[in-house]
């Protein structure tokens, strides 16, 4: 950052209505790395890893047992069950078999207290579910790249919006010296009786309209700095003081890198899907699963007399549900045929902004070539009809024309540098 440039953020701080804004050098990589460590869009990719984390270790269900205990009251009179209480309280009598209480008894009551096992052992349709689980695990974390790439690549362009912004600022600044100099010979030739009042008034003007472009353009520079800001996740109110936009040495290869971080999370997601299909297709296969119980069962709350165990070993096997499976198999692979399609649809509009991209880098070199040429040639032209001007030979008008053309060549170079930074830094490009 240069003296000058300092010199005229402080004084627009210090002359400021509204608030005293603070200023603060930046450098482009202080600014992605806040940018990666704070961006909340970078936050929420992180929560959906986490989550998808989550969602893998809940299904590690199909491997773990699941207990459950439960403490249940009942009463009856229906003889079959009256009679089922008492034979797992282990309080049957010979009076038990009365032919006129088993046929009509009193209501009869049971605690039981239960603890129940089940255990997974072989589910083959859950064990693709899991590494489906696990594929998607990997999908967020392309994702979270990808967004990493979109931030550093908004948070790039602000910067550069911002150097391009100052450098503006720099050539309005001379444009307007170079207005009140001339303003300041105009008077004296004006006093001098030489030129008309009009020329001097015409001179104003032309100063008037500088002065308003500068105050815009300096409120850019708090616009953009403010949008660094939020892309870094800091409070906005800063100024931000950045070096000078460099101009790029030639390029001439331009690629769409192999690894890039959405299309590997596309090909993931298709081999998601395969998964889930598989899954679906392993749900014909039988499933092997055991279970057990204990259970304590007493006429009376609180206690826990007879004591039971049931455990065993069930082997079952869905034959048929409707088509359900089919029909899941299905909508599995056109899904994944939907994604293929997305994903070759993805890399066409790459190959398009590829060759958008070539198109453009050469344009703006051209256009940088050309704006030096028009740069000499406008200051020469300045030279001369300033020259003129003094001699009388030229009016004001043509003065303040040729000034006018020189500031817009310079803003056409810092623009055409500008441009050629902003294509290369686009995420889906190498550029060398």
């Not at 909508?331 to 190959?351: A, C, P």
């Not at 020469?380 to 001007?389: G, M």
């Not at 623009?415 to 190498?430: E, G």
Request: aromatic letters at 8%; a negative charge.
């Amino acid at each position: 950052m240069n003296i000058k440039r300092f010199f005229w953020l402080s004084v627009g701080a210090l002359t400021s209505t509204v608030v005293f804004a603070q200023t603060e050098i930046l450098q482009l990589e202080e600014a992605i790395m806040a940018a990666h460590a704070n961006n909340k869009n970078i936050e929420k990719a992180e929560k959906d890893i986490e989550i998808a984390n989550t969602q893998y270790k809940k299904s590690t269900a199909i491997f773990l047992p699941q207990v459950g205990l439960s403490y249940t009251a009942m009463t009856t009179n229906n003889p079959l069950n009256a009679f089922g209480f008492k034979l797992q309280q282990g309080s049957i009598t010979q009076n038990d078999f009365n032919p006129a209480l088993l046929n009509n008894p009193d209501n009869t009551g049971d605690f039981m207290t239960q603890a129940k096992l089940e255990q997974p052992i072989f589910n083959a349709d859950m064990l693709y579910k899991r590494k489906a689980a696990k594929a998607q695990i990997e999908i967020k974390g392309l994702q979270k790249d990808r967004i990493k790439d979109y931030i550093q690549m908004l948070t790039e362009n602000e910067f550069m919006q911002l150097q391009f912004t100052y450098e503006a600022v720099d050539v309005i600044k001379e444009a307007l010296e170079t207005a009140n100099a001339l303003y300041k010979r105009t008077n004296d030739f004006y006093e001098q009786g030489y030129v008309q009042k009009s020329d001097m008034l015409n001179v104003g003007v032309h100063i008037k309209a500088i002065e308003t472009q500068l105050k815009s353009t300096e409120n850019m520079i708090e616009n953009s700095s403010d949008q660094l800001s939020v892309l870094m996740g800091k409070p906005t109110g800063t100024i931000y003081q950045v070096e000078e936009l460099q101009a790029l040495i030639p390029l001439e290869v331009v690629s769409i890198p192999d690894n890039r971080s959405d299309f590997k999370a596309m090909e993931k997601g298709m081999a998601a899907y395969d998964l889930m299909k598989k899954s679906s297709k392993m749900s014909f296969v039988p499933k092997l699963n055991g279970f057990a119980s204990y259970q304590f069962n007493d006429a009376k709350f609180g206690r826990f007399r007879a004591r039971s165990y049931l455990a065993g070993l069930q082997l079952s096997w869905n034959v048929f549900q409707g088509n359900t499976q089919k029909h899941e198999i299905a909508e599995n692979q056109l899904e994944r045929e939907k994604l293929e399609i997305d994903l070759e649809n993805m890399k066409t509009e790459s190959e398009k902004e590829l060759l958008k991209a070539q198109r453009t880098l050469i344009d703006a070199d051209f256009q940088i070539k050309q704006a030096l040429k028009a740069i000499e040639q406008s200051e020469e032209a300045l030279n001369i009809t300033q020259a003129r001007y003094e001699q009388g030979l030229e009016n004001i008008t043509n003065v303040l024309m040729a000034q006018t053309q020189l500031s817009q060549q310079r803003l056409s170079l810092k623009q055409a540098v500008l441009i050629k930074h902003d294509t290369c830094l686009y995420p889906i490009f190498n550029c060398k």
